[in-house]
């Protein structure tokens, strides 16, 4: 089976809420996202779509864009704790497994690269891919998503 591509990913992301009350809650507790550090994005949903929308060019992150990736290694790459946890309480995790990442990000050493492996260490990608692929969507979302994935 073909992997998911980060454009498949964004047309996952985009009929997801906007944002999720436990994210904003992650971001205030460490002071990461939307509101601080100058934060160009409203919401974690915004950032992700700004993220991926530029992912196959270096875009405002400097990325290398001579190997197409898939979307595992787009989310084994980012250094936001509150982006990624937006992405599994938007998928609708078990409260569970997003208080034990919420719990781990805040018990990391330090902001960044160290939190976000500290939530993935409980929210992996095959864990969230899972969530993408059983979410229901609408008809049109449903073929949007199939239509992305074919870039």
Same mark, same amino acid.
């Given at each position: 089976m073909k992997e998911l591509s980060p454009m498949g990913l964004l047309a996952h992301i985009r009929p997801l809420p906007y944002s999720c009350t436990r994210c904003t809650e992650l971001e205030k507790a460490i002071g990461v +996202?939307? +509101?601080?550090?100058? *934060?160009?994005?409203?919401?974690?949903?915004?950032?992700?779509?700004?993220?991926?929308?530029?992912?196959?060019?270096? +875009?405002?992150?400097?990325?290398?864009?001579?190997?197409?990736? +898939?979307?595992?290694?787009?989310?084994?790459?980012?250094?936001?704790?509150?982006? #990624?946890?937006? #992405?599994?309480? *938007? #998928?609708? *995790?078990?409260e569970a497994q997003l208080d034990k990442a919420f719990d781990a990000v805040l018990k990391a050493p330090s902001k960044g690269a160290s939190q976000c492996a500290a939530l993935r260490r409980i929210l992996p990608w095959h864990v969230v891919e899972s969530r993408l692929k059983r979410k229901k969507y609408t008809l049109s979302e449903k073929l949007q998503v199939k239509v992305s994935n074919l870039f």
């Open positions: +996202g939307v +509101g601080f550090s100058g *934060a160009w994005y409203r919401s974690q949903k915004e950032h992700w779509i700004g993220w991926l929308s530029e992912y196959d060019r270096p +875009g405002a992150y400097r990325r290398e864009t001579k190997v197409l990736r +898939g979307a595992s290694y787009a989310y084994n790459r980012i250094q936001c704790a509150p982006m #990624l946890f937006w #992405l599994s309480e *938007a #998928l609708s *995790a078990p």
